[in-house]
DNA sequence: AAAGGAACCAACCGCATTTTG
DNA sequence: CCAAAATGCGGTTGGTTCCTT
């Protein structure tokens, strides 16, 4: 009874992969394609298990990897990903083209909570510290520390190299949408220096005024594409749910990120794990559901 | 130059979910 | 419908590199 182990440990590599074992797994991928991971190993000639290469393949060897530091641009969007996922990294990693869920994963952990915290910002409600810090003395020690820290490089005491995310101090958040519905007029400031100008605070182009019509989502005009519009849609199929077929895409396009771009969320063939969740979301964050 | 600490990231682990027979 | 297998996901760990003192 019980699960057997994904893969016989005893006969199995560990730990960093070798240039031979990335060639073999590559080769094989591209001879055979990716899936049936379990059987991969074995016919691949490799000595580990189906899980860790998976792993590898997705997560360094695909050859669509972006690789390379995040863009500004990038760690905005991550930010607002978040706030609307959560910790749901592979629904996140979905809509950053070359990106995968460990990478930002990684990267949220390094980078962006510390930002967040510098700006005053929780990193995992997206709220201002302040009223939560009130009772967490701790937090705002360390934001306190973030923030000096941020402002140690900001002043040009940063070490060159690989060290990218240090220039990104002075990035501010622009978040429009989600409070105006949702929190309430007396919350804190999002921010302990006062919000820039419009011009400025449109530095990205995204409208993340969702709207979830009762018609299926329709791709932007411009796109060209043949294809039928991928697209993270979300039936309502149990019957004890509203009648109404509500269909929601979340990614790049319908957020109003690269208009014209093809939607690449592949949300066509969302799984009912995904159609859960957005189901979830939309029961747990009802200013998501329409005007 | 050396030591210690911090930061980074690839990889592992365990659990949840989905698929298959 | 059920159980087992396969896959996917998120949290965590551990090794390496970089920075500071």
């Given at each position: 009874?019980?699960?057997?182990?994904?893969c016989e440990q005893a006969h199995t590599n560990k730990g960093a992969w070798t240039k031979e074992e990335d060639q073999r797994l590559i080769a094989y991928i591209k001879a055979h394609g990716e899936g049936c991971w379990r059987s991969l190993p074995k016919a691949a000639g490799l000595l580990?298990?189906?899980?860790?290469?998976?792993l590898r393949w997705i997560n360094y060897l695909r050859p669509d990897l972006k690789r390379g530091n995040f863009t500004e641009e990038e760690d905005e969007l991550i930010i607002k990903f978040h706030e609307l996922f959560g910790n749901k990294w592979s629904l996140i990693a979905g809509r950053l083209p070359g990106r995968t869920d460990n990478e930002i994963k990684n990267?949220?952990?390094?980078?962006?909570?510390?930002?967040?915290?510098?700006?005053?910002?929780d990193p995992q409600t997206h709220r201002p510290l302040a009223a939560a810090?009130?009772?967490?003395?701790?937090?705002?020690q360390q934001q306190q520390h973030y923030q000096l820290?941020?402002?140690?490089?900001?002043?040009?005491?940063a070490a060159p190299g690989h060290h990218h995310q240090h220039q990104q101090d002075r990035f501010e958040v622009i978040s429009d949408s989600p409070e105006?519905?949702?929190?309430?007029s007396d919350d804190e400031p999002r921010s302990a220096t006062p919000p820039p100008p419009p011009a400025q605070r449109r530095h990205l182009d995204i409208d993340l005024n969702l709207s979830i019509s009762l018609a299926p989502y329709q791709p932007p005009e411009e796109s060209t594409s043949s294809k039928p519009p991928k697209q993270e849609a979300v039936a309502a199929t149990t019957a004890g749910q509203n009648n109404a077929t509500a269909a929601v895409c979340l990614c790049l396009n319908s957020l109003g990120y690269r208009p014209g771009v093809?939607?690449?969320?592949?949300?066509?063939?969302?799984s009912r794990q995904q159609e859960q969740?957005?189901?979830?979301?939309?029961?747990?964050?009802?200013?998501y559901r329409g005007q």
């Open positions: 009874m019980g699960r057997s182990p994904c580990r298990c189906g899980k860790s290469c998976r990267y949220w952990n390094t980078h962006i909570k510390r930002k967040l915290l510098a700006r005053g910002i810090a009130a009772g967490a003395p701790g937090q705002q820290e941020a402002q140690k490089r900001h002043a040009g005491g105006a519905c949702s929190r309430s093809e939607c690449v969320c592949g949300g066509g063939a969302a969740w957005a189901r979830n979301f939309l029961q747990a964050a009802p200013c």
